[in-house]
């Protein structure tokens, strides 16, 4: 019994560091999502489910830029992630145009939409989002090989007035 432990136990001490390291940057660097659904069309193909590369270090300061493509929990579920386009910051004003109104983002907020409005939820139906449910931003595609690049920072023409 003790000769077996002994061949198994660098083995499994590797596997362990192994896992405490990748459980360390997934949580504190980078780390990869599955992106499904045509919210974000044509930033990401519906089919088949593209992984995309999550940059995590922006959460310190909530170092977040107006256009950055984010992954945030679903202020509905909790349990879910959802990745949209940040659009607006804490204390931009932002047009709707669905409402015809314009909004103040209260502070520790953000606006978040998707690309394809059409096939979006997002603050057009559940309002501005708490920084505090961000997950991370969006760098790159990953998967699948044809659409592996980065991600554009991009922002819908007009409707933001910055603070």
């Known amino acids: 019994m003790a000769r077996a432990w002994a061949s198994v136990w660098p083995i499994l001490k590797g596997c362990i560091t192994g896992g405490l390291i990748g459980v360390t940057v997934a949580d504190r660097y980078a780390s990869m999502v599955a ?4 919210s974000m069309y044509p930033t990401f193909e519906p ?3 593209e992984r995309v ?6 959460l310190g300061r909530y170092d977040f830029s107006r256009g950055d493509v984010v992954v945030f929990q679903s ?4 349990r879910e992630l959802a990745v ?3 659009i607006a910051l804490p204390g ?10 314009i909004r103040k983002i209260p502070e520790g907020h953000c606006w978040v939409e998707g690309d394809n409005a059409g096939f979006s939820w997002d603050s057009r139906g559940y309002g501005p989002v708490p920084l505090g449910l961000m997950y991370g931003r969006v760098t790159h595609v990953v998967w699948p090989p044809h659409r592996i690049g980065q991600v554009d920072r991009k922002m ?4 933001i007035m910055p603070r």
């Open 53 to 58: 590369l999550v940059e995590r270090l922006c």
């Open 92 to 101: 931009d004003w932002i047009q709707v145009p669905e409402k015809q109104e």
């Open 156 to 159: 819908p023409e007009g409707r």
């Open 47 to 49: 089919q088949p489910t």
């Open 84 to 86: 949209k386009r940040l």
């Open 35 to 38: 992106v499904d659904g045509a």
């Open 75 to 78: 202020p509905r579920n909790h």
